[in-house]
């Protein structure tokens, strides 16, 4: 069984046999958010890329936890840089194992880019990740438009996909739908949507035409609300 909660945005908590997954750590400056950085304590954090939206917190977080964060190269050496202790660097079709599970480096359609004292700085390119935890297989999509390949990471047997439904940034709910259809989840978790007025979406919406559409059944959770996956 894995506890996942959504904290806003693509942050969300997994938690089984006393571990706790992070990813894209976006809290205090969330407003959506109803829990606070100070208040997680993951043992790993996985960062799917650079945009603000998806790492303000991990270097508070980690450097006060210990934690774990598994990034792709550069934006791992990146938080090295900046006082991250514990960075486990990957790449695209990488494994790397963590406390209580692995996570599995996989494409996905987006940019990557940080400003830096001013500098714009582009960080590498974006992952998604197929996340072995708990007895689980989640595949955590980040910020992505729809591409073909999700057909192969189905194949390898997906419980559960996070999608960002957003639209503007990322897909929205139609192409959202068709992605879960190439993964043939047995679920999904919609995310990246209702954070900022340019990503309003209406999650009802998406889980109706999702489950008209497929067998696949849709988790909707506001920010705070866990989801017991079993
Ligand atoms: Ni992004
Ligand atoms: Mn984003």
Partial sequence: MV????????SFTFEADGNTVLTDPFIDGNPVA????????????????AHGDHIADVVS??????????????????????GVENVKPGNFGGTLSFEGGSAKFVPAWHT?????????????????????????????????????DMKLIGEEGIDLAILPIGDNYTM?????????????????????????????????AFKADLEAQTDCVAVVLNPGESYDLN
Wanted: hydrophobic share 45%; with cysteine; aromatic share 8%.
């Fill in 3 to 10: 506890k996942i909660t959504f904290i806003g945005q693509a």
């Fill in 34 to 49: 109803t829990v606070s950085a100070d208040s997680l304590n993951p043992n790993t954090i996985l960062i799917s890329h």
């Fill in 61 to 82: 977080i980690a450097k006060r936890t210990a934690a774990t964060v598994i990034a792709i190269v550069e934006i791992a050496e990146y938080l090295h840089g900046k």
């Fill in 112 to 148: 990557s880019s940080f400003t830096d004292d001013d500098a714009k700085v582009a960080i590498s390119i974006p992952a998604g990740f197929i996340i072995r935890f708990g007895g689980k297989s989640i595949y955590f999509a980040g910020d992505t438009g729809l591409f073909g």
């Fill in 172 to 204: 929205g709910p139609v192409d959202a739908v068709r992605a879960a259809k190439l993964i043939g989840a047995k679920q999904v978790i919609p995310c990246h949507y209702n954070t900022f007025p340019l990503i309003q979406q209406d999650p009802q």
